[in-house]
C-alpha cells in the first residue's frame, strides 16, 4: 500500500479562533511531491485569522485570494493521490481540516488520515529510534510550515526511523543466550530393566 504523508497550513490554531485550511501538501516515499494553496470562500469571511500564523507559514490573504485554488478543485485534484492509499500526519488538526475542506466540495473526506506516530509503533519504534532520526533529520534544510516541506518532513522521517529499527535488530543476535533464564538439567535418563537380558 502507497503511504501518503499529509500536511495543512491553516488561518490559526483552533484554540485561537474557527481556523480554516489554506494550504495542504503531500508527498510519498518515491518522491511524489504536491501542494495546493486554498482560496477561501465566502463561507469562511469572519473564521479566524492570526498574524503569528501567517508569520509562521509566510502565506496571505492576499496571496491565497490571487494564487489560491476554489476548495472543490482542491479535493478533486487531491483525490487521485490518496485513493487507496495509507494517509499519515504529525497533527490531529489535519482529519478536520480535510473534513472542513471536503464540506465546501459537497464531498466526503477522500481519505482517512492516521497519525504518524500510530505507524512508527507498529514498526516497532522505541523513542531511542525516533530520537536518533530526529537527530538525522535536524541537519537537512527542511523549511518547516510549509504544507509540503511538513509532509516532505514526515516521510522522512518515517524512512529513517525504519532504518534505526533495522539496524538494531540487525546487531541483535536471534536468540541472546545471556539473557535467557537457566534451563534446568535434565535428570540422567536410566532406562528400566524390562527386556534386559537376565
Known sequence: MTLIALDFEASCLPRHGRSYPIEIGIADEHGLIRSWLIRPPDAWAGWGWTQEAERLHGISKEQLARDGLPPAR???????YVRGARVIADSHFDAPWLMTLSALA???????????????????????????????????PFRRHRAVEDARFIIALVREVRGQVEKTRESQPVFDWRRAPPIARPSVYRPSNVGSVR
Open 106 to 140: 459537497a464531498k466526503q473526506p477522500p481519505c482517512a488520515i492516521g497519525h504518524v506516530a500510530d505507524l512508527l509503533e507498529e514498526m516497532g519504534a522505541a523513542y531511542e529510534h525516533v530520537e536518533a532520526a530526529l537527530r538525522q533529520l535536524d541537519r537537512q
Open 74 to 80: 482542491v479535493v478533486a485534484e487531491l483525490e487521485p
